[in-house]
């Protein structure tokens, strides 16, 4: 059995020494310790807060259609009770310890660092007023009459403040994603022990509020994806969750089930319409386009004609009806829905860098201090600085008794450099005619945005960066730099 080490998010003053320290990820996985709210309500295998892309959580998925193996350990789901939930969000602090494995985690210390930063709860932050923006729609007392559907209204609860540790079984299981799903694999998703993970989506809270009697929810919260480098992509972003449950009484007692689908889809798609009008505007183009999502059936992505270009704004479908029936709910019907909020906060205030939402400069907030979220005019961020990119190329064979995944190379290359790093672009792929060997060669692009980059400075960050991939990676550098 492995020892497990107890980490928690109040990081020392040293952190930024240790995160340049070689070797450092693994003595500071065993050193921090991470704070939390706690909730006694609960007994599930989830704890407080305080341990944050695709434009929503069933975006990820409509990107993986096919189901690759696992590449590691196999999981055992262990079973998953749930009591009554808050009737409110936890109010006090307290302290719920957090186990990190340190033989199967695979959550670096820069991730660490930030997990109790908590964007989308900062008052006048772009993500709060987002947030907001999203929760004053479902709060409209005339939110039946804006949708014109004859069923009945409800009063939706809000939830921003749930731990993003959540278990294999709320995550993956109790949502109906496959066994041999991409989205279970360790390049993908970020694993506090065998049995926990990070939450890569709010919708983990999913059966968590069915179980304990919710019918009309929605939860923000931050989450957790190991993902591509560049100007829209970050490890920590940002979701909101939207669940509705009728009782076949709401529905009028349809005479069957796919009549009661169907009626619960025509209420989804006229609120989301409705959704898409409060934020963008009642003349803004709308369409929708099928998909697939292990956890709808059926299941949409809705774009909206914005700027010239259709976007996707949010996925969404009725909920499967084997989640509802495991559940206890087997009677009734429910559609829910996923929005990204950080890619959303981007479009509405036009953002151009996704990292600039990490940036406690005060001349990017304070662009956002009299920002309500009943303002239908929403100002645009004006650029205060635009200091020069400085471009380096690294070129590696790739190991050939081992799996290489790109994710890894992102993740490692983050650990390194962290915020500096703002876009990296694979450049060529290249297989030797003769020795059949595979080399990549990439682009990293660093770029402060607070300051000028120095020659010398990006060269010792180059230089740890070889030497991280070579020792983590065992690629076999070549010449080209």
Excluded at 39 to 66: C, D, I, M, N, Y
Excluded at 97 to 107: A, G, H, I, K, R
Excluded at 175 to 192: A, F, G, M, N, Q
Aim: hydrophobic share 35%; aromatic share 10%.
């Amino acid at each position: 059995m492995p020892v497990r080490q107890r980490v928690l998010a109040a990081f020392p003053p040293t952190l930024p020494h240790l995160l340049a320290s070689p070797g450092s990820a693994s003595s500071l996985v065993q050193s921090l310790s991470i704070s939390f709210f706690s909730t006694s309500a609960s007994s599930v295998p989830w704890v407080g807060e305080k341990l944050t892309q695709p434009a929503s959580l069933f975006s990820s998925f409509a990107s993986h259609k096919r189901f690759l193996p696992l590449e590691e350990a196999s999981f055992s789901p262990r079973p998953y009770t749930c009591s009554a939930a808050p009737e409110s969000e936890p109010k006090e602090l307290g302290q719920v310890p957090v186990e990190l494995c340190p033989e199967t985690s695979n959550v670096p210390p820069h991730i660490l660092q930030q997990v109790s930063r908590r964007l989308h709860l900062q008052p006048q932050h772009p993500l709060n007023i987002v947030k907001r923006k999203l929760e004053s729609f479902f709060r409209k007392p005339s939110l039946q009459a804006s949708t014109g559907s004859p069923l009945p209204h409800a009063v939706f609860s809000t939830y921003d403040s749930f731990s993003p540790v959540v278990s294999l079984q709320q995550n993956f299981d109790d949502l109906l994603i496959p066994h041999d799903h991409v989205s279970r694999k360790r390049s993908e998703t970020y694993y506090c022990d065998d049995l926990h993970v990070l939450r890569p989506h709010t919708s983990a809270h999913q059966t968590q509020l069915l179980r304990a009697g919710q019918s009309a929810f929605l939860v923000t919260g931050d989450c957790y994806r190991r993902d591509t480098i560049d100007a829209s992509h970050n490890p920590i972003f940002h979701q909101t969750e939207g669940v509705r449950v009728f009782t076949r009484e709401d529905l009028g007692y349809p005479k069957s089930d796919e009549e009661a689908r169907k009626m619960v889809v025509q209420h989804m798609k006229a609120t989301l319409e409705s959704l898409v009008a409060h934020i963008f505007g009642a003349d803004t183009p709308t369409r929708w386009v099928n998909e697939y999502f292990p956890f709808t059936d059926p299941s949409f992505e809705l774009e909206i004609f914005f700027r010239d270009e259709w976007m996707e704004v949010l996925g969404c479908g009725a909920i499967h009806p084997q989640i509802l029936q495991n559940c206890g709910l087997g009677d009734r019907f429910g559609w829910a829905f996923g929005q990204g909020i950080d890619r959303l906060a981007m479009v509405l205030f036009q953002i151009p860098d996704i990292r600039l939402f990490w940036s406690m400069d005060r001349r990017f907030l304070d662009q956002f201090a009299q920002v309500t979220e009943d303002d239908e005019q929403l100002p645009v961020f004006q650029p205060f600085s635009k200091y020069p990119p400085c471009p380096k190329d690294i070129t590696f064979w790739l190991p050939s008794d081992r799996a290489y995944f790109e994710n890894d190379f992102y993740e490692l290359i983050r650990s390194v450099a962290d915020d500096l790093i703002e876009e990296v672009v694979l450049l060529d792929d290249f297989v030797h005619p003769r020795s059949q060997r595979r080399s990549h060669c990439y682009r990293i692009v660093y770029r402060a945005m607070d300051r000028s980059l120095r020659n010398e400075e990006i060269n010792e960050l180059q230089e740890s960066v070889r030497a991280a991939v070579v020792n983590e990676l065992k690629v076999e550098l070549r010449n080209t730099r």
